[in-house]
């Protein structure tokens, strides 16, 4: 049987190994959208009181709102519909805003941690597959190469990267210069840097520049 009570949010505690670093970006925007619409989607604690499900939100509700929280005490059973009263049906403005950031906020605040992955299924034996999703897609998230993480692969050192591909040269620590042109203007740089007298591009620049700023 579900129970409804008052609490307070110091009453709760963030999640200790998250799985999600989130982005400065998803939480400005989680920010954002309790600032205009208020509240919307509830959090999930364990008996113990550390969040498990919504983490973001317990630290954006911590810097938006006071201590006071509605804590429902329920067994997973049944289904919670939160209701919202200020809102009048489905097609407000603050509804399809809700809707939508309900979504894409949770899209922009996504950034998985390598290391509590790999720990969950190292350490805990966590397995992705039972929830539906492969270790190609948690590598795709992860951007890594899952496999090589789960075998111990690291960085590779300074020493390793020099007897790979030798030592640094001068000119491996010169600095790229990068800028958008018009298409006109990119045809007549390539036609210049073809009239041009010079080794590689870095000579044929150099080369050209001294030519018009002697």
């Known amino acids: 049987m579900a129970k409804i ?25 989680l920010d954002s959208s309790m600032s205009e619409d208020g509240y919307t989607a509830p959090m999930t604690a364990a008996a113990d009181g550390e969040i498990i499900d919504g983490d973001a939100r317990f630290e954006a509700s911590g810097n938006r709102f006071n201590d006071d929280v509605i804590v429902i005490e329920h067994d997973g059973s049944k289904p919670i519909v939160a209701v919202r009263t200020d809102i009048k049906d489905a097609e407000a403005p603050a509804a399809r805003r809700i809707h939508y950031r309900a979504n894409l906020t949770a899209w922009q605040n996504l950034e998985m941690d390598s290391q509590v992955v ?22 795709d998230l992860l951007e890594r190469d899952i496999e090589g993480l789960l075998n111990g692969n690291k960085t590779p050192s300074l020493d390793d990267l020099e007897n790979e591909y030798g030592d640094p040269q ?5 600095p790229y210069i990068r800028v958008q042109v018009s298409p006109d203007t990119f045809d007549r740089w390539t036609e ?10 870095a000579q044929k620049v150099e080369n050209l520049l001294g030519s018009i700023c002697p």
Do not use: C, Q, Y
Not at 121 to 131: G, T
Not at 170 to 174: I, L, P, T
Not at 194 to 201: C, Q, V
């Open 192 to 201: 210049l840097m073809g009239k041009t007298d010079g080794e590689d591009e």
């Open 5 to 29: 009570k008052s609490g307070k949010f110091a009453d709760f505690t963030p999640t200790k190994r998250n799985s999600n670093k989130h982005t400065m970006k998803g939480m400005r925007s």
């Open 118 to 139: 790999i720990e969950d299924i190292k350490e805990f034996d966590f397995d992705f597959e039972s929830i539906g999703v492969g270790l190609d897609e948690i590598g």
């Open 170 to 174: 001068e000119r491996d620590f010169w």
